[in-house]
């Protein structure tokens, strides 16, 4: 029975929903520190967080049973995601669940700004009545200035155009097909700061972005205008906002994320033309029901399937995807292992070409399948579909995918190429009847061999007495052979043979096997 751990509160409708599944246990503890985490972590398969529970390098590295850390909600600044995905732990978020909520919360901070709310209702509970100095401005034909053009964004762009808002935008990594269907302008990121009359942020903290808003971006920015952000506390430097706010360069802002929260000592609290609230940006009841329904769901569905949604370190691959495509990713593991099995050299390429059937699936879930069963048994950490990528890299294993709908002899073929520094070795696999891997070619010998359990590959002398000398060496060490295959190639006077047998043969029997004269190589690869 798969574990979970809550570490963090969730709404109660995610509780009952983990509570309902028979197959999972569900352990709920909050308030843990990063000693106490440490303690139990490593009997769970899965960690369920909001933005409390701090996933550090020492929670990782205790977690030697975990699969996934799903966060309730859209920041994963408390989690280590460089060194979970090292360690193979799946790391997902709920993107959307709350982004409505989120984007809401940005256009009353808006219209708060444009009309001094907080300033007109603390002037009429001190027996004020101060109409002419709470002037506002609408918003109507305003430019409303969004950087980021995410699912949150894309909200916060159609609530403008709601509000009759020219909408403009910017982000690198959307593509321009998508801006046009939206109908907001496209611009760059100093065109953004200077047209904007009101500048809010929707996107992720990460290095690129971190102070992506400065003392430099505030000063290309109109004085009339006004920033809100809703997204992540360290996107704004908060040193050059008090600066353009306290000396009139800029009207106003508001804040709901913080570079360190709660902002207990900044500066900032002492202006009166900032506008403050405590993270409410998912802070609705229903936000708080729909991210925790949908993390369990998530984390539910991974640990059943594999299929991950919302992961950060792994490619989207539906429950559909990954059906057709899981045959496939288990002959080219075993094809990987195979590969490395049979080159006594560090490896500095991998090719993986699928064929026929095998190209009408994402290529890449089955490149990382290759590289597993390159990895598997070579590098010293657990070797999965996350970390394969970057332990490959780490190991200087370059990787290229290439797919043809053609494939001449099998309906589906997968084709790994491994190069060494003087050594190229190649392997293609296929499925029989869809479903049963066969290995069907090793360099120029074309030869099908059920790969499974412990196989014998020899290289000799394509001469009569041959086969028999091996098996009589096999035989003479107890050892049964359950399948033979022998190939020749043209134009070669050699032959390969792979041999299934019963048990893994020791190393002095690996050595008389090689020590036959007309042996030119022996390798034992168990799988």
């Keep these: 029975m798969k574990k979970i751990l809550v570490a963090d509160k969730l709404a109660a409708a995610g509780i009952q929903y983990l ?116 002037v506002g401005t609408e918003v109507a034909h305003k430019t409303l200035a969004i950087l980021g053009f995410g699912t949150i964004g894309r909200i916060v762009a159609q609530r403008g155009f709601g509000l009759r808002m020219h909408v403009i935008a910017y982000d690198p990594f959307v593509a321009p097909e998508i801006f046009t269907e939206l109908g907001v302008e496209p611009v760059s990121l100093d065109e953004l700061l200077r047209r904007a009359d009101y500048l809010t942020l929707h996107c992720p903290l990460i290095a690129k972005t971190q102070h992506i808003i400065g003392s430099q971006q505030l000063a290309l920015m109109k004085k009339e205008a006004m920033v809100i952000n809703c997204a992540r506390g360290g996107l704004i430097d908060e040193t050059a906002l008090y600066e353009a706010l306290s000396t009139g360069h800029l009207a106003g802002a508001a804040l709901d994320v913080y570079e360190v929260e709660p902002p207990t000592d900044s500066p900032l609290l ?74 006594d050299q560090p490896l500095h390429k991998i090719e993986v070409a699928t064929f026929g059937r095998a190209a ?28 394969a990528e970057n332990l490959a890299k780490r190991q200087g294993i370059g990787l290229v995918e290439s797919m043809t709908l053609e494939s001449r002899d099998y309906i589906s073929l997968i084709k790994i190429t491994g190069f060494c520094r003087d050594q190229t070795l190649s392997l293609s696999g296929a499925l029989l009847g869809g479903r049963q891997p066969r290995l069907v070619c090793i360099n120029h010998f074309d030869i099908e061999v059920v790969p499974e359990g412990t196989l014998i590959i020899t290289r000799h002398d394509d001469r009569p007495g041959v086969i028999s ?38 190393p002095a029997i690996l050595q008389q096997l090689a020590e036959l004269p007309p042996v030119l190589s022996v390798t034992q690869i168990c799988l």
């Design 19 to 134: 509570q309902d599944q028979t197959d999972i246990a569900i352990h709920i503890e909050t308030g843990l520190d990063e000693d106490g985490l440490c303690r139990i972590i490593g009997d769970y398969d899965a960690l369920l967080i909001r933005s409390d529970t701090q996933v550090t390098p020492a929670v990782l590295h205790s977690a030697i049973n975990l699969k996934l850390i799903g966060r309730a909600g859209i920041g994963v600044d408390n989690v280590d995601i460089p060194l979970a995905t090292e360690l193979g732990i799946i790391v997902m978020n709920t993107p959307d669940a709350n982004a409505t909520t989120t984007a809401e919360l940005a256009i009353a901070h808006l219209l708060s700004l444009s009309r001094h709310l907080p300033a007109a209702d603390h002037s009429v509970r001190a027996g004020q009545w101060e109409r002419a100095k709470l």
């Design 270 to 343: 002492g202006l009166s033309n900032i506008v403050f609230t405590p993270h409410l940006g998912a802070s609705t009841a229903e936000a708080q029901e729909a991210v925790s329904v949908e993390i369990a769901r998530q984390a539910v569905t991974f640990l059943r399937t594999g299929e991950a949604v919302n992961t950060l370190n792994l490619p989207r691959l539906s429950a559909e995807e990954l059906k057709k495509s899981h045959e496939f990713m288990n002959l080219a593991t075993i094809l990987g292992k195979v590969l490395v099995g049979l080159t």
């Design 360 to 387: 009408e699936v994402a290529v890449r879930p089955i490149s990382i399948a290759a590289l597993v069963g390159v990895l598997s048994g070579q590098v010293s950490s657990a070797v999965n579909r996350v970390n």
């Design 469 to 506: 000398a091996i098996s009589a060496v096999l035989g003479n060490a107890n050892i049964n052979i359950s399948r033979m295959q022998v190939s020749t190639a043209d134009d070669r006077l050699e032959a390969m043979a792979v041999i299934s047998i019963s048990t893994p043969i020791n």
